[in-house]
């Protein structure tokens, strides 16, 4: 495949690219917490804004908050923009202010 051809099939799948929400929700809560250099700037910006389209909630700038699994999803982000060493996911059961995380997805 040209590369041109391979560009065109990556995005169609990061369009595609969707947070599953489950039945039940697991009561965890997923962070994405990211320290990508200026060096991939424009890679940085592209990967924040997918964050907030997948669903994601901005706490800090490079801190996001996600209630449903998506580690598939981020590290599919992470290897396609070549970012995987900048980004971190971490799941954790205990949130502050988590009452008015819950309204924010609806929980």
């Known amino acids: 495949m040209t590369k041109k051809g391979e560009q065109k099939v990556l995005k169609y799948k990061i369009d595609e690219l969707k947070i599953t929400e489950p039945k039940r ?6 962070l994405v917490i990211f320290d990508i250099p200026n060096s991939k700037k ?8 997918l964050l ?15 209630p449903f699994p998506c580690e598939d999803e981020i590290e599919f ?3 396609n ?23 924010k997805f609806n929980l």
């Open 42 to 49: 424009p890679a940085r910006e592209v990967f924040r804004e």
């Open 77 to 79: 982000l992470r290897l």
């Open 25 to 30: 929700w697991d009561k965890k809560w997923r």
């Open 81 to 103: 923009f070549g970012i995987s060493k900048f980004v971190q996911t971490i799941i954790i059961s205990k949130l502050e202010n988590e009452e008015f995380y819950k309204q």
């Open 52 to 66: 907030k389209r997948l669903g994601f909630v901005q706490l800090q700038k490079s801190v996001f908050l996600q």
